[in-house]
């Protein structure tokens, strides 16, 4: 079984199920084990750290009960809390992994740029009151895209395995008070993400120039990368399967922007 998870990350401390903290998975995981009457044990794309929030987040889980794809939605929803629901629930082809079967992921990051911090999107955008200039930040996104060793925008904790990604896309606009940052891979490292946006966001407030995020990636050194973004303006907003696997699409693109 396969399944799209949406949630609000601001009280969860992120994805994975952790002892005596509140976590997406364990929430899931609990909700699902009751519409199936047995323990069920979730697989994701990808772990969010704590605030993150995810409009499209796939799962496969494996289990011996029989339900329809309405039970199991409507099941899971009826047990999980409110910031946290299933989109859809169905059965996949043999060989699915939500992870390993994934061809590309989008993430979208959303910057409250004025003066005056927020209020009712708080825990929803990241606060920025200095002006910050969209066009050095898109010239300096254009020198990170394509196929590269990420060593310098990946967590010290990190533990994939090569810090290679291909960043297919990385676009910035304004529309207002937003900027928006828009990131497309066929994979990202832990909070690979976030160091983009602290990386931009140094060079749109002019305190670097727009080189500088070549030099940031070239040096392969995550202490040359500058400050990790907070997290709470981050969004998972789709992953790509190939359609034999037939996972629908929930795109929204952080819509309510």
């Not at 740029?113 to 898109?138: C, F, G, I, K, S």
Request: proline share 5%.
């Amino acid at each position: 079984m396969a399944a799209v998870v949406e949630y609000d990350g601001t009280d969860f401390c992120g994805w994975q199920r952790q002892d005596e903290v509140r976590t997406v998975q364990q929430c899931v995981e609990e909700a699902l084990s009751k519409v199936a009457n047995e323990p069920v044990h979730v697989t994701v794309a990808g772990r969010t750290d704590t605030g993150v929030h995810a409009m499209a987040q796939v799962i496969h889980f494996d289990t011996a009960a029989t339900r329809s794809e309405y039970s199991w939605v409507r099941g899971a929803n009826r047990y999980l809390p409110p910031d946290a629901a299933l989109l859809w629930a169905g059965p996949v082809a043999d060989g699915f992994h939500a992870r390993f079967s994934a061809t590309g992921r989008h993430y979208h990051y959303v910057i409250l740029n004025r003066p005056l911090r927020p209020t009712h999107l708080r825990n929803r955008v990241t606060w920025e009151y200095r002006l910050l200039d969209v066009a050095r930040m898109q010239a300096a996104a254009t020198r990170l895209i394509g196929k590269h060793d990420f060593t310098s925008f990946r967590a010290i904790e990190c533990q994939a395995k090569s810090p290679v990604r291909e960043l297919r896309a990385l676009t910035v606009e304004r529309h207002g008070e937003l900027v928006h940052i828009r990131a497309y891979a066929n994979a990202f490292l832990q909070h690979m993400v976030r160091n983009l946006a602290g990386v931009l966001s140094a060079i749109g407030a002019g305190e670097r120039e727009p080189e500088w995020a070549r030099d940031v990636l070239a040096a392969r050194d995550r202490t040359q990368g500058g400050v990790t973004a907070p997290p709470d303006g981050l969004y998972l907003t789709d992953i790509e399967y190939p359609a034999e696997f037939t996972i629908p699409r929930f795109s929204r693109d952080a819509g309510l922007w």
